[in-house]
């Protein structure tokens, strides 16, 4: 460890953060779509985390209940995965540390419909065409003063995976998310993850509260 909590502080006032969060939604008519489990919390306490550090946060997020209130967080509320990269993309220009924690489709429908879809006999095939993958995307623009962090989900071979996509996204760091535990993962109040930097470290943090979880990730961050 090179830095201690009170030092980490004095670094962030002032830093300009992006947080993207959320799943997104990709519609298939005006009714219908596709999107996944993700509720965002994770990334809502991390916002709350940096913004009490005194960071500036802007927030990307999926459509999500989650509310924050707090003077040094702008939110930008996207739908879907095209509408992600392109805010994405934009905020990252100006940032020095981005965190995409977003559960960003990994495919759309190829065509959306106008009008709701009326049921018929015979089966329905949708045609998912891939999205653009965001993180990869910040990795290639990076900047060298700029830090890149990522998250992951995985169920099998869990850390060869994380560390695969360490290097392949060019992060600095990333957090992998485990769904082998009680208590850690969608839409519960804790969480446990194991964060992995570019330098070989890896920490595993216990069970806890999303919020501490946050306050763990934020000072490995810090530490980077
Ligand atoms: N991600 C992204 N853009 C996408 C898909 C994912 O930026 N279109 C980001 C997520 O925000 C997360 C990281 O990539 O930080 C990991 O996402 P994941 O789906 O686990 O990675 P993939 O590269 O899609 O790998 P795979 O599906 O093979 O596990």
């Given at each position: 460890?090179?830095?201690?909590?009170?030092?980490?502080?004095?670094?962030?006032?002032?830093?300009?953060?992006?947080?993207?969060?959320?799943?997104?939604?990709?519609?298939?008519?005006?009714?219908?779509?596709?999107?996944?489990?993700?509720?965002?919390?994770?990334?809502?306490?991390?916002?709350?985390?940096?913004?009490?550090?005194?960071?500036?946060?802007?927030?990307?997020?999926?459509?999500?209940?989650?509310?924050?209130?707090?003077?040094?967080?702008?939110?930008?509320?996207?739908?879907?995965?095209?509408?992600?990269?392109?805010?994405?993309?934009?905020?990252?220009?100006?940032?020095d540390?981005?965190?995409?924690?977003?559960?960003?489709?990994?495919?759309?429908?190829?065509?959306?419909?106008?009008?709701?879809?009326?049921?018929?006999?015979?089966?329905?095939?949708?045609?998912?065409?891939?999205?653009?993958?965001?993180?990869?995307?910040?990795?290639?623009?990076k900047k060298e003063n700029q830090i890149l962090?990522?998250?992951?989900?995985?169920?099998?071979?869990?850390?060869?995976?994380?560390?695969?996509?360490?290097?392949?996204?060019k992060?600095d760091?990333?957090?992998?998310?485990?769904?082998?535990?009680?208590?850690?993962?969608?839409?519960?109040?804790?969480?446990?993850?194991?964060?992995?930097?570019?330098?070989?470290?890896?920490?595993?943090?216990?069970?806890?509260?999303?919020?501490?979880?946050?306050?763990?990730?934020?000072?490995?961050?810090?530490?980077?």
């Amino acid at each position: 460890e090179k830095g201690t909590a009170d030092d980490n502080l004095s670094k962030i006032a002032g830093k300009n953060i992006l947080i993207s969060l959320g799943g997104t939604f990709e519609e298939i008519d005006p009714i219908r779509g596709i999107s996944n489990r993700s509720s965002g919390r994770m990334g809502f306490e991390l916002a709350r985390v940096f913004a009490e550090k005194g960071a500036e946060v802007s927030l990307i997020t999926g459509p999500t209940q989650q509310i924050i209130e707090h003077s040094n967080v702008i939110r930008y509320d996207v739908k879907n995965a095209a509408q992600m990269y392109d805010k994405t993309v934009e905020c990252f220009e100006n940032c020095d540390i981005a965190i995409l924690s977003a559960a960003v489709a990994d495919y759309t429908p190829k065509s959306t419909f106008d009008t709701k879809l009326k049921k018929k006999t015979d089966n329905l095939v949708v045609e998912l065409v891939p999205t653009k993958d965001i993180l990869a995307e910040l990795g290639r623009r990076k900047k060298e003063n700029q830090i890149l962090v990522g998250f992951a989900l995985e169920t099998d071979n869990e850390l060869e995976n994380a560390k695969e996509k360490l290097t392949r996204k060019k992060l600095d760091c990333i957090v992998l998310n485990s769904l082998n535990d009680q208590g850690a993962g969608f839409n519960v109040p804790t969480n446990k993850v194991t964060i992995l930097d570019a330098k070989g470290n890896i920490y595993n943090s216990d069970l806890k509260s999303k919020y501490e979880v946050a306050l763990d990730i934020s000072e490995k961050i810090l530490n980077l």
